[in-house]
């Protein structure tokens, strides 16, 4: 069974840029969570989507924002990269039936913002 | 406010040497509590749900034990190849929301 994926594996930008990653989930899973990660506050929850509907969201601001489509796959979008949105960003996909159905991360995109 | 602290940040052991990882957190509602290991450039690996107080659960050199304010990891007899960054989370019924800990990062010395 194939796990979950995500695309690109690395990008490089510049302030100012924007940015769309991409994440495949395990199928038969509804279910995908985004989560930025930092040597400094670790795993921060970005949003949830179910059934193309975000269900929860972090504290982050609205320049981070995702969509999920009807076969599950899911992209996030960053408009206006800074500096400090250089990070680690990991997908979890999971059934979705219940929230605290297990959760498969992908292997993550990693992004430097210069 | 939820949070979840995970001690010691880093942790060298000797190869056969036993020793337990702590993950203390305040949550409003607990609905379960995440264990996952996550290797370098890796994504996190899932390996044990614990939902209430008293329950353990136990995979190879692994065991995981949950009480009202905390959880350790115990690992037994570790291997150079149990090295990587073991993180902690918990799923609050109060905000819907996965919390993490920043992790404990595991060497095992051969």
């Known amino acids: 069974k194939a796990g979950v994926t995500q695309t690109p594996r690395y990008l490089i930008k510049t302030r100012g840029q924007q940015v769309t990653l991409s994440c495949s989930p395990i199928?038969?899973?509804?279910?995908v969570s985004w989560y930025q990660q930092t040597p400094g506050q670790g795993l921060q929850f970005l949003f949830e989507y179910f059934s193309e509907t975000q269900r929860n969201k972090g504290n982050f601001p609205g320049r981070f924002s995702g969509r999920q489509f009807s076969n599950s796959r899911s992209e996030m979008n960053v408009s206006t990269l800074e500096l400090g949105d250089s990070a680690l960003y990991l997908c979890?996909?999971?059934?979705?039936?219940?929230?605290?159905?297990?959760?498969?991360f992908g292997p993550g995109t990693r992004l430097t913002v210069l | 406010e939820d949070q979840v602290t995970q001690s010691p940040e880093a942790l060298r052991l000797q190869e056969g040497e036993s020793s337990s990882l702590n993950c203390s957190y305040t949550?409003?509602?607990?609905?379960?509590l995440f264990w996952y290991r996550q290797d370098p450039g890796k994504g996190p690996e899932f390996l044990f749900t614990l939902y209430s107080a008293g329950e353990e659960k136990e995979k190879e050199r692994l065991k995981a034990t949950l009480t009202k304010k905390e959880s350790f990891l115990h690992i037994t007899a570790p291997k150079p190849e149990d090295s990587a960054t073991y993180l902690c989370?918990?799923?609050?019924?109060?905000?819907?929301?996965?919390?993490f800990g920043t992790g404990t990062r595991l060497k095992v010395l051969a």
């Open positions: 989370a918990v799923f609050s019924g109060g905000t819907y929301k996965y919390i």
């Open positions: 979890a996909s999971s059934f979705g039936g219940s929230h605290t159905d297990t959760q498969y």
């Open positions: 199928s038969g899973h509804r279910s």
């Open positions: 949550v409003s509602g607990l609905r379960g």
